[in-house]
């Protein structure tokens, strides 16, 4: 299943590399060692393996920065990072630099990693698994699915036993308060429960001179609202990915998240808000899932009409096609009792 297969390993520890090393040899793979990042990114510079591993805690550069230039560098290998931690920030920011897998050490069972390799191995041949990233996979349950191995299970257990932890790694998800593209500014405000599961909020600036975005109301899913919001998640960027970073519609955005999220068995209905906004017409097409709001442009105010929440049949809310202006303006949700959340576009000099 194994053989042939090329696989570098980026581990500093010589007596845990020499053991996965060993394991990999008898499955008849072609292995390749580096002890830490640096010979790691010139190993790949020589050769591109069919699969990396690699550890976070290493000296000379970390896994982190290392996992970082290969995201950037190299982001057709997958990766599948093994850590002596399961914190969940680290697991936030590995899972944003699209890694496919994160195991912790010490792994018991040598087969746990076999399961893993093979995993992801098969998802990178496999026309329909090709578009599911490790969020997806990681959270999958159920004995219907079929895409999650034993090795995984602690993730899930942990999300649904554990709220703080799962609280923890949607909020590590989040990204930049603040982010630039050409004249236009977007920033983001978010005054939030600490008791509560968070509203989560992603954006993409896109090529064409759109910035597609999206929020999720974690609290309305219930104990698979993690899970759901990660599957969210993985769709958005997954379907981006593969339109090339150009969106023609936000109906078809929502479409397709609404088959993933009857294809996995596991997701529950939450309520959600997607957006394009386009730079240079000035327009924001928006698509109420369950949560309504307000955009404030100047002095007037448009208001926002929740509709069927996600995964109910949102794709079938109407698209709602607002003017901004020169000036940006600013969307304010509503429908929320335990956030207050608002997103604003505007021009910088």
Not at 317 to 334: C, E, F, T
Request: net charge negative; with cysteine; charged share 20%.
């Amino acid at each position: 299943m194994l053989k042939g297969k090329n696989i570098l390993i980026v581990e500093d520890d010589p007596v845990f590399r020499t053991m996965i090393v060993g394991f990999l040899n008898s499955q008849g793979c072609q292995v390749r060692e580096a002890e830490d990042g640096l010979v790691g990114l010139r190993a790949l510079k020589d050769n591109i393996p069919d699969l990396l591993l690699c550890d976070l805690a290493m000296p000379v550069m970390t896994g982190m920065e290392f996992v970082e230039e290969v995201a950037l560098q190299y982001p057709m290998i997958p990766v599948i990072v093994i850590s002596g931690t399961g914190n969940m920030t680290d697991v936030a920011q590995v899972l944003r630099l699209g890694v496919k897998d994160f195991l912790i050490k010490p792994i018991d069972n040598i087969m746990t990693l076999k399961s893993a390799i093979v995993s992801v191995l098969n998802m990178q041949d496999s026309a329909q698994q090709k578009q599911q990233d490790f969020s997806q996979r990681w959270v999958m349950g159920g004995d219907d699915s079929g895409l999650v191995e034993e090795e995984l299970q602690w993730h899930i257990s942990e999300l649904k036993n554990d709220p703080r932890a799962a609280r923890e790694l949607l909020m590590g998800l989040m990204p930049d308060l603040q982010s630039r593209c050409g004249r236009w500014k977007l920033s983001y405000r978010a005054l939030q429960s600490a008791e509560m599961s968070p509203v989560i909020f992603d954006y993409i600036w896109l090529i064409d001179g759109q910035l597609a975005f999206y929020m999720v109301d974690t609290s309305s899913g219930g104990e698979n609202s993690t899970a759901t919001a990660l599957l969210i998640r993985a769709c958005f960027n997954d379907f981006l990915r593969r339109q090339g970073n150009y969106l023609s519609s936000v109906q078809h955005l929502v479409t397709q998240i609404e088959l993933g999220l009857q294809y996995s068995g596991y997701a529950t209905p939450v309520k959600g808000l997607f957006g394009v906004f386009n730079l240079a017409e000035k327009q924001l097409h928006l698509i109420a899932a369950g949560i309504g709001g307000k955009l404030q442009v100047n002095d007037h105010c448009a208001m926002i009409t929740a509709g069927q929440w996600l995964g109910d049949g949102a794709c079938n809310n109407p698209l709602v096609i607002l003017p901004m202006s020169d000036d940006g303006a600013r969307l304010s949700l509503s429908d929320i009792n335990h956030a207050n959340f608002s997103v604003n576009f505007e021009t910088v000099t």
